[in-house]
């Protein structure tokens, strides 16, 4: 991986059948990179999805969601210098 | 994608473990919650998940759950859980942390359920300072039942019992358990956190993982209060509620450390872990061998008793143990038996029955109308008893005579001052004994091997033992000479 094709340090996984639609995560997310869905879930819900692009992998979207597994944050596993790999670490469990 | 699917990822945030996979809740929604969006319950259920993941406890965690919106606790996490009687959870929490000292015991409850109904459990498990952890969730409302004012809601603030809003003329002022608890000595650590934006619910998250840790680490009471939306009954948006945390309620409830003495408190010794059940008995003096072998004096086969006598006096005359003795001789000869005493408040003085049944065939029930025998220790008892007994029945009165008025012709009376007879045998509190005695010659059913167990299983000290025994044998005489026709 080389600075020219740099990718977004998280990704974020919404189970679209646990989300409710509240928009707690929406209004957490810091680089706003969540949103509602505009069709809706079997259950009638408007959810949350991911936008595509700026997650960081903060948590903060996480920890805000009422539900216990509708988000799941991913982080981007990586390879390079152990203390750049160790600062992506600590950086996401703020 | 084709270029996202060359980069590998890890989980950084995701369900805990504590949580079960799925939910064993109705129908097709064991995939989620039962909490209405934006409930601030989910939130506080994730950090108190979260903290059993981090302080790998799962295992010994017993989560004991409230009355309210968050009743449900036992369907979400996978540990030990107890749902207890509303506002009872840290009673039961006490009782689950003292028998199982090893396990961590969090109660979970609501502001309904912990500042109204539970106020006294709460104080009094905070004053000992129990070595559980409580998460208090105060959404100032009582959210399940639709919106009934809470101790906790604020002034001014509209529900379905206050529907021009809280005033403090009428409802008081909003109450502030946590401060409340904090004046309290034994507390280790008490915080109120809330759920108003990030910064808050990192915080919250800090709490409770604490509060848990230090249950953990054996230091005492800790108690975090979690200020927590309820967007369906204060009929706002999730953001709406999660912003009304942070600008208005938190003006009534301040956030902060109330108590900490995390670092100066030492860790408790554990108590003695709860006995094993199998050696209850044993503590007790019920095990097998303690019991008397079989029927070891068992009636004669054939024979049919049906017993039913009352016995009346004073307050510590002895009226329940002479009872107790004839019900447990019944029992010590194989005979069904109940005993049902009958008392006022007073340890002494005042009045003092019982009921006592010996049968051959199966009691229907313990009360005696109509006695066959009635032991009378004083003159009211007579009075008040006198005209139950069965026609042919007898009259066991301790007194010098019957009194003239009382006398009915149906009955069979043994009049006696039995309190001098006692006290010339060395004790006038033998009465009941000699009482007893007599009663039991009329009687004639029981064993009098049967008698001598149950006098020593009911009587612990020697001296009294052999006492009552003399005083038996002195009421067997008295019958005996009194009407030696009865003999036989």
Known sequence: MTEATKHDRGQLRIDRDECKGCGLCIEACPPKAIRLSEGLNHYGYRTAEYAGAGCTACGICFMACPEPGAITVLRVIVHRAVGVAAEGISCASN | MSSEAAIEYEVAQGRAKAFYPRFERKDELQHQTHYCPGCGHGIVHKMLARAIDELGIQDRTILVGPVGCSVFTYYYFEVGNVQA??????????????SRPQSVVVAYQGDGDLSAIGSAEILHTANRGENITVIFVNNAIYSMTGGQAAPTTLLGQKSTTTPDGRSAATEGYPLHMSELLATLEAPVYIERVALGDNKQIAQAGKAIRRAVQNQVRGLGFSLIEVLSPCPTIWKMSAVDAQRWVREVM????PLGVLRDRTKDAAPKALPPAAPALEEIPR???????DLPAGNAHAMEPGRDVDLEVRIAGFGGQGVLLLGEVLAEAGLDAGLEVSWLPSYGPEMRSGTSNCHVRLSSRPIDSPLVAAPGILVAMNEPS???FDHSVRAGGWVIY????????????????????????????GDARASN?????ALLEIAGALPGASVDAALRRLVKNSRWVELDLRALERGRALLKHSFPEVIG
């Open chain 2, 398 to 425: 301790n007194g010098e005579a019957f009194p003239e008025d009382c006398v009915r012709q149906d009955l069979h009376v043994l009049a006696a001052p039995f309190t001098q007879l006692a006290d010339e045998l």
């Open chain 2, 433 to 437: 004994m000699i009482m007893l005695g």
């Open chain 2, 85 to 98: 009687a509303h506002g009872r959870a840290p009673a039961v929490a006490t009782a689950m942390k003292r």
């Open chain 2, 382 to 384: 007579l009075r008040k």
């Open chain 2, 283 to 289: 503590i007790l003096g019920v095990a097998e061998q």
């Open chain 2, 250 to 253: 938190e003006k009534t409830f």
